[in-house]
């Protein structure tokens, strides 16, 4: 599928594949009609350009929350340290003005909030059901199981949950998103509609009464 994005996406610095990208832009488009979509982990907006131009076209909002200081692996010293993105003044990462900059130039600063917050403090009073909740932020086990339990209850029945970042193969990458998408299928809310790359695609259930 080509999707026509009115940013060069090339320019945008990220963590999604291109048929994961279609993806997320697919299942928003079909969502943001049943309520707003949030994605936790939005680094400088790739995957949030995707999300934000699919809820565009049904007048839809995606609420977009990062602390934007990075996930682990980002850190100085780090496998993906980028050290254009970091701040030595005050010697933190920082993605949110590339962030702004790319929301910007896509033309979604109508449609994307960005929640400039860690994910546990911006769920702490969430209570907006959402057409479709996206994970891709923190990577450890406690991060990875926090979204899960803060977000994914939030997902309206019929909605999308995604979570990136599934590796099988545990030499392939960490283990927590999956253990999170395992979780997901064990507790009889969610069901597995499709696996594209690393990215996990399910949609919540009603739970079948006993
Ligand atoms: N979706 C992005 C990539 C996300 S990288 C893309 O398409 O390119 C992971 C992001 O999660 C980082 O920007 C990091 O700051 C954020 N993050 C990690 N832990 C977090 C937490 N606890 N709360 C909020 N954001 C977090
Ligand atoms: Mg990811």
Redesign the pocket.
């Known amino acids: 599928m080509s999707i026509s994005l009115p940013i060069d996406i090339n320019n945008v610095?990220?963590?999604?594949a291109e048929d994961e990208a279609a993806a997320l832009y697919q299942y928003a488009e079909e969502t943001s009609v049943m309520g707003p979509i949030l994605?936790?982990?939005?680094?400088?907006?790739?995957?949030?350009v995707y999300l934000g131009i699919a809820a565009k076209k049904n007048n839809a909002v995606v609420f977009a929350?990062?602390?934007?200081?990075?996930?682990e692996e980002?850190q100085l010293g780090e496998e993906y340290h980028d050290a254009d993105l970091y701040d030595a003044d005050v010697a933190l990462?920082d993605?949110f003005k590339e962030f702004r900059k790319n929301m910007r130039a896509a033309d979604i600063e109508d449609t994307v909030v960005p929640l400039v917050?860690?994910?546990?403090v911006a769920a702490k009073q969430w209570h907006t059901p959402l057409g479709m909740v996206f994970i891709?932020?923190?990577h450890s086990f406690e991060?990875a199981e926090?979204?899960y339990r803060s977000w994914a209850v939030h997902v309206k029945i019929g909605g999308i949950l995604c979570i990136?970042d599934l590796f099988p193969n545990p030499d392939e990458g960490g283990q927590a998103p999956i253990t999170i998408y395992r979780m997901a299928l064990a507790s009889g809310l969610f069901e597995e509609v499709e696996v594209v790359n690393t990215l996990g695609i399910l949609r919540r259930v009603q739970k079948p009464s006993k």
């Open positions: 610095k990220g963590f999604l994605e936790v982990g939005s680094y400088c907006g790739k995957s949030t929350v990062d602390h934007h200081r990075g996930s980002h990462y993605t917050s860690s994910s546990e891709d932020g923190g991060a926090m979204d990136h």
